[in-house]
């Protein structure tokens, strides 16, 4: 198993800002993954970060909006950027504890845009 | 790519009634499964999951579900529902073949329980 430790666990934020998420694992993982879940949503995959690689966005999310930084094995940052409403959210870092494991999760950040 | 669905948003169920949620999934070849759980205001519980073997995989909470290659299917259920058991229930897939390791989330099921 992995423990996940993400900052901060709750925000509120004005419109046009930015806020970083930091995810911390108790280990060193190859992958990283930011899901977000909207209001009553399930969980939509934001990235995969890959230590020493830029992340690969899934269809919809783009680096200029969601920067991820991945600058070792067991640490991963995620950026909101401009914030709207609509990104009112829970963010939540993920790791998968080995090949064909199941994903580990942080207890999220809860982001309010106000 | 992966992906799964949930056909049912809701279910209502009375306490003490057997439940059956229902996942399909999209892939070339045999995914991981698996079957996490949300209750209100809480984070993911996995409740259990497949890789191969054995189709009839059990779980936590008395849980179980059971994959079909035949149907791509890997339905979860319970003979017997607890008021406790009400929550929002997420089948995921992974992939094997990827390099990647990523696992994609189906819409959801939320279960509701009648006294």
């Known amino acids: 198993s992995a423990v996940i430790s993400q900052k901060p666990s709750r925000d509120i934020c004005q419109r046009g800002t930015s806020l970083t998420i930091q995810c911390q694992v108790d280990s060193q993982v190859t992958m990283m993954f930011w899901y977000r879940q909207q209001p009553g949503q399930s969980l939509t995959l934001i990235a995969t970060a890959n230590q020493g690689s830029e992340a690969t966005y899934e269809s919809g999310f783009v680096i200029d909006k969601f920067p991820i930084s991945r600058p070792n094995l067991t640490f991963s940052t995620l950026t909101v950027s401009n914030m709207s409403p609509e990104d009112s959210s829970i963010y939540l870092c993920?790791?998968?504890?080995?090949?064909?494991?199941?994903?580990?999760f942080g207890q999220g950040t809860r982001l309010t845009v106000v | 790519a992966q992906s799964v669905t949930q056909p049912d948003i809701h279910i209502t169920v009375s306490e003490g009634a057997s439940l059956e949620l229902r996942c399909n999934y999209s892939?070339?070849?045999?995914?991981?499964l698996f079957w996490y759980v949300q209750s209100p205001g809480q984070g993911l519980q996995l409740l259990l999951k497949?890789?191969?073997?054995?189709?009839l995989v059990q779980g936590i909470k008395g849980f179980e579900a059971e994959f079909k290659r035949s149907q791509s299917s890997f339905n979860l259920r319970k003979p017997s529902v607890h008021w406790s058991d009400a929550a929002e229930y997420f089948c995921?897939?992974?992939?094997?073949?990827?390099?990647?390791?990523?696992?994609?989330f189906g819409k959801g099921t939320r279960l509701h329980i009648l006294p």
């Open positions: 892939y070339g070849a045999t995914p991981y």
């Open positions: 497949y890789f191969s073997g054995d189709t």
């Open positions: 993920s790791v998968v504890g080995g090949r064909g494991t199941e994903a580990f």
């Open positions: 995921a897939v992974g992939s094997p073949l990827n390099r990647d390791d990523k696992i994609i």
